[in-house]
């Protein structure tokens, strides 16, 4: 069984209008089709593909059975480096941007309402 590619990520969260709007507005993600679960929430999508699924909880996001697990962050990659660093001027989005020469990449970070840690790489050579 060999692995293709991460498919997406689970965020719980307390607040999924606000973080849904955060994804769009910063990240360029859309909400899009997502099945009748029981809970609410909001799939985001890059493209066909839906990225990062905001599930509501009740409470504190982390409280549970998975209050132990930790997820230090997750990636994209993209283009447009200089449009996006406007982008995040424009909107007053704190980000902290890392050149990664080994990797030839520009590692942009940023944090979701939440606090979840997110990059986005970029080719360094754009």
Known sequence: MPIHKLDHVNVRTTQVETM?????????LRRGERPAFP?????MYAGETA???????EGQPGVGAEV??????FAFSATGLDAFEKKLHALDVTYKRNEVSVLNQVQINVWDPDGNHIHVDFPADE
């Open 51 to 57: 990225h990062v699924h905001l599930v509501e909880i």
């Open 68 to 73: 132990a697990l930790k997820l230090e962050h």
């Open 20 to 28: 849904a709007l955060w994804y769009s507005e910063v990240l360029g």
């Open 39 to 43: 809970d609410a929430g909001a799939w």
